[in-house]
Structures are given as C-alpha cells and as structure tokens.
C-alpha cells in the first residue's frame, strides 16, 4: 500500500526551507544585490530566477517522491531516491503518547534507537504499525531492557 504524506507538510517544510536558502543567497551575494563593485543590472535578477526555478523544481519532486510503501512485513520511506525500510518485526516499542501528539509515529528498534515517521494524510501509517507490530512491549518492560534510552 502506498501512502502519500499530507502535501501541507511538505510544503511547510519546504517554505522555511527555501526561506533560510534566500537569507544566504542574500548574504553571498549583498554586493550583487545591492549594486556595488562591477556588477552588471540583470545579474541580481538572473540569481533571482535560478532560485525560483530550483525551488519550484525542486517543491515538486518533493511533493511527488516523498511517500510511504507498506507491506504486512515492513515500511519503506521514500524520499526523492533514497529508500529507508523498517522491519516491523525490529519494532519493539511505540511510543502512543508522542506519536498523537505531535503527529508523528515515534518508535525504537531492537537497537535501541529512536525514529520518527510524519503522519500520512488520513493517519493510516500509526495505525497498521500498531496492528501489524508483533514485538510491541510495553514501556516499563522496554525501561528494563534499555535503561539508557530517554524518551
């Protein structure tokens, strides 16, 4: 099954994102913008458009390539070309209070490591990993076998 993150989140994302790319262009390039030294005039505006092309490109295979493929024995999260997979039989534990809180399925593997995986946009992902995670134990068990842990 194919689940697609909610495209709000993305583009949330990719906007503070792009914003923090400006203020750096900006800063690179003050001279340019501000039309000092040897600069010719369409230069600023030549920067100016190559950002807004890398960014629209950019915003778009992120809304097309970021998605989640789920089968009864694993998650795999797809982002542009990099995929991860999660075994659910490795999830020991699934942290409920966080996961609803903030929006994010928060869970530790058998190595004792912390991963967060965004909700989707009705929110299915949290729900077929509750089902379909066999290990699951609950918190005071997972304290006593991973004492170092934090939440």
């Known amino acids: ?50 950002w807004l092309v890398l960014s629209v490109v950019f915003y778009i295979l992120s809304a097309t390539q970021n998605y ?18 999660y075994r659910m039989d490795n999830i020991i534990y699934i942290d409920k209070e966080v996961s609803e809180k903030r929006k994010m399925v928060c869970f530790f593997t058998r190595d004792g490591y912390k991963k967060y995986l965004t909700f989707d946009k009705e929110g299915k992902l949290y729900e077929i990993m509750l089902k379909q995670c066999k290990n699951v134990i609950s918190e005071e068990d997972f304290h006593n076998s991973y004492p170092n842990v934090k939440f």
């Open 1 to 50: 099954m194919k689940l697609r993150l909610g495209l709000w989140k993305i583009t949330y994302t990719f906007l503070i994102a792009i914003a923090i790319v400006a203020a750096a262009l900006y800063g690179i390039f003050f001279g340019v913008f501000m039309g000092e030294g040897k600069w010719q005039t369409w230069q600023p505006y030549t920067i100016i458009g190559v």
């Open 68 to 85: 989640y493929l789920v089968s009864k024995t694993e998650v795999k999260q797809v982002r542009l070309f990099r995929k991860i997979t």
